[in-house]
Each structure stands twice: as structure tokens, then as C-alpha cells.
């Protein structure tokens, strides 16, 4: 069993950072060639359109987070019968969140002009542009996209992580090719609902090749159905809250400072969003796994487990905010967009410290989704959610940039989602106390603020202008300095030497 998993989540770490790469480089490319032969303004669309369709994808309320939970007993059991059954209602509430995205979207189009502050592009039609867009959303959940569920279930994510792989790459492809050949947004746009009929039925071939007793026959009892319900009935609220506190950022930016400055700061985001995927393979490679060992191993092993996956993890996001920090203006303007895309060293810092934030909290809400403890803390995104639309707006009238939905999120990030998301891991799954673990949260954080600043002051101190040169000689600067103070201050702790352990294990397991 441990020898299983332990394959499954190298296996799907493995492709997620495939993945991840595919859908860092492409979008990077696309957006590229946007600016460059349409414009920024266009980029700008981009963002409040995918923003806006994340706020309507709140119609799936949770029921896949809900259904793979309740999977995954039915797997450890090997109850096939009552696997049809989930999947049979699954299939069921995939085509009504179709149909409710649908209908939404189309309420939302009356009110698109109110959300762009000055006039849009001449040549486009925002309508249509978004219609398209919510063709893509509504027809991925209309046809066969409960499949994916499956995999996520039997630890087997590297499986639509390959197909997703090779849409993208087509995706990509073609959508820089239709781009440079005729410079039209609305032949670039159309590529997107087209990708979902390929990348859907091969996720729906593959699930019937490797699942093929497991079909949509049976009728799922009311008592499971109950417990779904119930699930879903907390995970809207989480949903609700992680969809206002990202999503309507890009929004609020377009409604009140225009889609130039919605471009800007995209740019900015995307290669934040791009960091976050990269570094997200390692829990989402392993939540299912991490599931399995909750249930099957003792809870002194899975608190020492935790422990050290938060080492772990505070060391990987420190790393790259302190990259992010040192390499964001000098790749912004020296290498791909230049100077004229680059927003303020200070606005830049409040978006690392806005990852920072986002991101540090990760491994203690994977351990709460592997052990289904959304309904503990199912207050905590509606209180977080109206504080920060309220700070955001009320902001963001004031200061006049983007420091005005930045500010407010890593606020909330900080003061209600990390202690109350913490308090209920610590109280519900590990029954210990909670303060042996804020200590250890808050020196790695001083660690990774006083490695941030180290870097960034040698950075600046040395090559402070932002250009291909001052790119390349930052990377040993900021590798030499982070690495050599968490090697120095976590050296001779438990964790450090667990970690290490781990890694020298899968490394002779490699070799041999």
C-alpha cells in the first residue's frame, strides 16, 4: 500500500509539473503575442472575462471535492456497486452546473460595460467575446467532465494530466499561430470552446479503458445523498470566499482603473498564477495519498508527516517568493514586456507578499480537504469574504492602484483565514494544541522575511536595473543567500533531518 501510493504521487507530481509547464510557457506566449500585436487593452479583456466566469463557476458548489471524498472509502472497500451509483449522480449534477453557468453568464452580459472603466477596443463586441468565453465553461461541464473524478479518486491524476497536457499544447499552438497570422482577437477567442470537445471525450475514453466497471447504472441511496448535501453546503461557502478573495481583484481593477492597467497588473498575476501551479504539483500530486495514510496510519505518524511537509513547504515558498521578489522587474522589463508594462517596486512587493500569504497556507488546507473538515470552519470564507470585497472597494477608491485589493487580501490572509483554518486542523484531526505550531509557522516565516530582504538588498545593491544581465547575475545571488541561511538556521532540526531522509530514500529507489 505505501509502496502504491508512495508511486502514485511521484507518478502525478511527475505530470503536474509537466503540466504546469505547458500551461506556464503557452500563456506566457499567447499573452505575448496579444500585447504585442493587439495591444494591452486586450489583454485586460482576458482578465475580467476568465475572472468573471470564475465567480459563475460557483455553481459547482463543492460537489466534486464532495464526491471524490465519498469515493474514496468506496475504493478502500472495493464497493464498485456504490461507485456507479456516485458516478451516475455526479453525471446528474455536472449537466444542471452546466445548464446554471449558462444561465448566469447570461444574466451577467447586460451588466459587462459597467465592469470596464473608459471604452473597450473599437473592433470587438463584449457580448460576443464573452459568450464565447461562456460556451467554453458551460460545455466543459456538459460533456463528460464527471469522468475526471474517477482519477482523482484511484490516485491517478497523471492520467488527465497527459491529456490536458497535449490540449494545451494544441491549444497553444494554434492560438499563437491564428494570432500572428491574422491579428484578430475573435479567430484567437474561438479556439477555446473547440479544445473541450477533444480534451473531454478522450478523459471519458480513458475512464471507460481503466474503470470499465465502474459506469453510471445505479441509483444512489437518499442517506449518501444526505451526506453529499451536506458537504456541499459548507464547500460553497469555502468556494464562495477563495473565488471573491482572487477573483474579483481583477475585476474591481477593471471597474475602476481600466483594462490598460487590468493588462498591467495581469501580467504580474499570470506569472504568479504560473508559480503557484508549479509549486502546487507537490500537494496536489499528493491529497489523495495523504488521504489514504489519515485512514490507514496512526496519528503520531501523520502529525510527524505534517510537520515535516511544513518544513517542506515554508522552504519551497519562501524560495520563490524571494525569486519572485529579485526576478519579477528585470524579467517583466528587461526580457519580455519592457519597461513600460512594470508597475511600482512597491506595488511588486505587496503582490510576492500577496503569494506569500496565499500560498504559505496550503499544506494546512490540504490536510483539512484529505480529512473532509470543511464543515469545521464553514464560517470563516463569508466573514473573510465581506471584509475584503468591503476593504477592496473602500480601497481601492482611495489609492487609486492596485494596492488598493492587494492590501486588503493579505490582510485577510493573515489575520482569518491561516488561525482559523489552523485551529480547526489542530482541534478536529490532530487533537493537540496549536501553539508548538504557530511557533514553528512564524519562525519559518522570519526566516523566509529575512532571506527575502537579504536577497533583494544584495540584488539591488549590485545590478538594480532591470535587464537581462541584472536577471542572470540575481539567480546565483538569491540561490547562494536563501539557501545558505535555511541550511545554517534548520540544519539540526528533526524536520530537516525527516525531509532529507525522505528524499535520499526516493533517490536510492531511483538509482535502483
Known amino acids: 500500500m505505501n509502496s ?49 466566469l470564475t465567480v459563475l463557476n460557483l455553481a459547482n458548489l463543492g460537489f466534486s471535492s464532495s464526491l471524490v471524498f465519498t469515493m474514496y472509502k468506496a475504493i478502500a472497500e472495493e464497493d464498485n456497486e456504490l461507485l456507479c451509483a456516485l458516478l451516475g449522480f455526479f453525471r446528474k449534477v455536472y449537466k444542471l452546473v452546466g445548464l446554471a453557468i449558462l444561465a448566469m453568464g447570461l444574466a451577467v452580459m447586460p451588466f459587462l460595460p459597467h465592469l470596464v472603466k473608459g471604452e473597450c477596443p473599437a473592433d470587438v463586441n463584449l457580448y460576443i467575446l464573452f459568450a464565447i468565453y461562456l460556451a467554453e465553461t458551460s460545455m466543459d461541464y456538459l460533456m463528460f467532465a464527471y469522468n ?28 499563437c499561430l491564428v494570432l500572428l497570422i491574422f491579428a484578430n482577437y475573435y479567430a484567437y477567442i474561438i479556439i477555446l470552446p473547440l479544445m473541450v470537445f477533444p480534451n ?39 468556494k464562495v470566499g477563495s473565488t471573491v478573495l ?45 488521504g489514504n495514510k489519515l485512514v490507514t496510519d496512526s496519528e503520531d ?34 526580457v519580455w514586456l519592457g519597461t513600460d508594462a512594470l508597475l511600482a517596486n512597491r506595488l511588486m512587493v505587496l503582490i510576492v507578499a500577496y503569494f506569500y500569504t496565499w500560498m504559505i497556507r496550503i499544506m494546512q488546507l490540504t490536510y483539512r480537504d484529505a480529512g473532509g473538515l470543511w464543515n469545521k470552519d464553514w464560517l470563516k470564507p463569508y466573514v473573510a469574504m465581506a471584509l475584503n470585497l468591503g476593504g477592496s472597494i473602500w480601497m481601492i477608491q482611495r489609492t487609486g492602484d492596485v ?21 480547526v486542523l489542530f482541534r478536529h ?74 528524499a535520499k530514500r526516493f533517490l536510492a529507489r531511483k538509482a535502483s
Open 4 to 52: 502504491s501510493r508512495t508511486q502514485n504521487t511521484v507518478r502525478n507530481a511527475a505530470w503536474g509539473i509537466i503540466y504546469r509547464i505547458v500551461t506556464l510557457l503557452g500563456p506566457f506566449a499567447v499573452r505575448t503575442i496579444i500585447i504585442r500585436k493587439l495591444g494591452m487593452e486586450y489583454s485586460g479583456l482576458n482578465n475580467l472575462f476568465t475572472s468573471i
Open 148 to 175: 475526471e473524478a474517477l482519477f482523482t479518486a484511484y490516485q491517478r491524476t497523471d492520467v488527465t494530466l497527459k491529456i490536458s497536457t497535449v490540449r494545451y499544447l494544441l491549444q497553444y499552438g494554434l492560438q
Open 200 to 238: 473531454n471525450i478522450a478523459k471519458y475514453v480513458m475512464a471507460r479503458r481503466m474503470y470499465p466497471e465502474i459506469v453510471c447504472t445505479n441509483t444512489l441511496d437518499d442517506e449518501t445523498k444526505r451526506f453529499i448535501y451536506k458537504k456541499v453546503a459548507t464547500l460553497f461557502g469555502h
Open 246 to 290: 482572487v477573483s474579483i481583484d481583477s475585476v474591481l481593477v477593471s471597474a475602476y482603473l481600466g483594462l490598460t492597467m487590468s493588462g498591467i497588473y495581469g501580467n504580474y498575476y499570470l506569472i504568479l498564477t504560473a508559480v503557484n501551479g508549479l509549486v502546487e504539483v507537490v500537494t496536489n500530486g499528493s491529497i489523495s495519498s495523504i
Open 301 to 334: 505518524d501523520n502529525y510527524r508527516l505534517f510537520n515535516t511537509m511544513t518544513f517542506g513547504w515554508a522552504f519551497l515558498i519562501g524560495g520563490a517568493a524571494a525569486c519572485m521578489l529579485c526576478f519579477y522587474q528585470p524579467f517583466i522589463g528587461g
Open 403 to 423: 494596492s488598493g485589493v492587494l492590501i486588503p487580501t493579505i490582510l485577510i490572509m493573515i489575520f482569518v483565514y491561516f488561525p482559523w483554518e489552523a485551529w
Open 429 to 502: 484531526l490532530f487533537e493537540r494544541s496549536i501553539w508548538p505550531y504557530v511557533g514553528r509557522m512564524a519562525l519559518y516565516t522570519g526566516l523566509n522575511l529575512a532571506a527575502c530582504a537579504g536577497s533583494y538588498g544584495v540584488c539591488m545593491w549590485l545590478m538594480p536595473d532591470n535587464t537581462l544581465i541584472s536577471l542572470v547575475i540575481r539567480i546565483p545571488i538569491v540561490a547562494l543567500i536563501y539557501l545558505g541561511l535555511w541550511w545554517v538556521c534548520t540544519r539540526w532540526t528533526a524536520e530537516y533531518r525527516d525531509l532529507t531522509g525522505m
